[in-house]
C-alpha cells in the first residue's frame, strides 16, 4: 500500500519563476493538504484540498495557488517566486477530514531552491 | 497560532526513557492530540494519537492528563535514533474543514 508520494524531490528555480509540486496521497484518502516548511521552523498550513476544492486556507499569498484532481491527487503552483519560498513543501493525506481519529500521513517533502 | 505548546529542547541518555511534555490547555472536547517526529527535515513520521485515555503502540505511549489540558509522550527505551523534532499538535476539524497546526517543537537529542 503506497504512501503519500511527492514529486520532485528537489529542485532550483530562479526568482519570478513557476514552479508547480504534486502529491498522490495515501490509497484509500480523499483530503490532502500542503505545508511549506522553512529551514529551522515547524511545518506552515497552506491550504487543504477536498473533493476538488479548497476549503481550508493558511495565511499565504494569491501567488499560492492549488489544484485536486478526481483521483485525489493534488498540485502546488507557486508564482513569481521570491527567495523567501525557498523551503520543504510538505503534502499530507487524510480522509474525509470528518474522523479527527483517523491519521494523517505526510510525504517526504520537495525541497525547492530558489536562486 | 500553534494550540500546543512544548519545550524547545531535551536530552536523554540512551536506553532510558524520554518523557516529552506538551501542553494544550485550549483543546475542545472532539479534538485530538497527535505526535509527529521529523528526523534531518524529512517528512513528518506519525507516532501516536489520542483524545481522553492513555494509548500505547509499538512506538510510545501517550499519557493524557484527566483535565486535557496537557499530555507527555514517553519513548520507553531511547536511541540514538529517536533524536528528532518532535511535534505534538492538535487536530482541529468539523464537517467542512480539518487541519493541524504546528508549533516548533522538541529537539530531543539521544545521548550515547
Known amino acids: 500500500d503506497a504512501g503519500v508520494t511527492q514529486s520532485p524531490t528537489h529542485l532550483i528555480k530562479t526568482r519570478g519563476q513557476q514552479v508547480t509540486l504534486r502529491c498522490s496521497p495515501k490509497s484509500g484518502h480523499d483530503t490532502v493538504s500542503w505545508y511549506q516548511q522553512a529551514l529551522g521552523q515547524g511545518p506552515q498550513f497552506i491550504f487543504q484540498y477536498y473533493e476538488e476544492e479548497e476549503r481550508q486556507r493558511g495565511n499565504f499569498p494569491d501567488r499560492f495557488s492549488g489544484h485536486q484532481f478526481p483521483n485525489y491527487s493534488s498540485e502546488l503552483n507557486v508564482n513569481a517566486l521570491l527567495l523567501g519560498d525557498s523551503a520543504l513543501y510538505l503534502c499530507?493525506?487524510?480522509?474525509?477530514?470528518?474522523?479527527?481519529?483517523?491519521?494523517?500521513?505526510f510525504g517526504e517533502g520537495s525541497w525547492l531552491t530558489v536562486v | 497560532d500553534a494550540k500546543t505548546t512544548q519545550p524547545t529542547s531535551m536530552d536523554c541518555a540512551e536506553g532510558r526513557a524520554a518523557n516529552l511534555p506538551c501542553n494544550h490547555s485550549t483543546i475542545s472536547g472532539n479534538e485530538y492530540v497527535y505526535w509527529y517526529r521529523q528526523i534531518h527535515s524529512q517528512g513528518p513520521q506519525y507516532i501516536i494519537h489520542?483524545?481522553?485515555n492513555n494509548e500505547t503502540n509499538e512506538m510510545a505511549s501517550l499519557i493524557i492528563t484527566e483535565d486535557r489540558k496537557s499530555s507527555t509522550l514517553i519513548l520507553p527505551h531511547a536511541t540514538l535514533r529517536d533524536t528528532a523534532v518532535y511535534y505534538c499538535i492538535v487536530r482541529v476539524g468539523g464537517t467542512s474543514y480539518d487541519k493541524v497546526i504546528f508549533g516548533p517543537g522538541t529537539s530531543l537529542s539521544v545521548i550515547p
Open positions: 489520542g483524545l481522553k
Open positions: 499530507a493525506s487524510s480522509l474525509t477530514g470528518r474522523r479527527l481519529e483517523d491519521t494523517i500521513y
